[in-house]
């Protein structure tokens, strides 16, 4: 038997933001919850910013802690390109939801980058023990070259402006997230 999603009202094409930005660190859970979000509003794209970084196949700055100029000028390049997509997605009526790990002074900096209005702004921010719970049943591996979810995390914590919805999500499924993000779509707005 498929088990049944629990029945949730989609909120009225008005009341949702043209772009919403779904952040956190490595392993918080944004590509599945971006990619579920997306799927329950009625005209979206899914706007993947890890995909402008692997566009580059040659001469990548490394993302490593210190990584200095090269690695800032190259997170603002595919930060700019990603808004301009999601700019382009939220033009043609589609609400764009926009998933990558952008914290810090990076987050004020993207949404107001963007053109579209309204934005809305989702922070995932399970703790960094569940992160690192969840990185390790993960066939991919982010952290690496110097990082760690516990300094990642208090990065996030301690440097990014307390902007949109932050949700503790380690005692969430994937799916609870979105409809969390649904029910209270209102207080993820930064405009």
């Known amino acids: 038997m498929v088990p049944q999603r629990e029945p949730l009202e989609i909120p009225e094409p008005a009341e949702v933001p043209r772009v919403i930005v779904v952040t956190g660190i490595m392993a918080a859970g944004k590509s599945t919850v971006a990619q579920l979000l997306a799927e329950r509003l009625d005209r979206s794209a899914h ?3 890890d995909v402008f970084r692997r566009m580059i196949v ?3 700055a490394p993302i490593v802690p210190g990584g200095g ?6 997170l603002r390049l595919r930060y700019r390109i990603s808004a301009s ?12 939801v926009v998933q990558d790990i952008i914290i ?3 987050l004020p900096e993207y949404v107001k980058s963007l053109v579209s209005r309204p934005v ?5 921010a399970p703790g960094p023990d569940v992160v690192e719970r969840r990185e390790s049943g993960r066939t991919k591996t982010g952290y690496a070259d110097g990082w760690s979810a516990a300094e990642l995390d208090a990065a996030l914590r301690v440097e990014t ?6 949700l503790d999500t380690s005692d969430q499924t994937p799916e609870q997230t979105v409809t969390q993000i649904l029910q209270r779509l209102p207080e993820t707005r930064v405009d």
Do not use: C, F, K, Q
């Open 47 to 49: 706007v993947r910013g």
């Open 58 to 60: 040659s001469g990548s």
């Open 69 to 74: 100029e090269a690695m800032d000028a190259e």
């Open 85 to 96: 997509v999601a700019d382009a997605y939220a033009a043609a009526g589609y609400t764009a």
């Open 104 to 106: 810090g002074r990076h």
């Open 120 to 124: 809305g702004v989702v922070v995932l």
């Open 161 to 166: 402006p307390r902007i949109g919805l932050w």
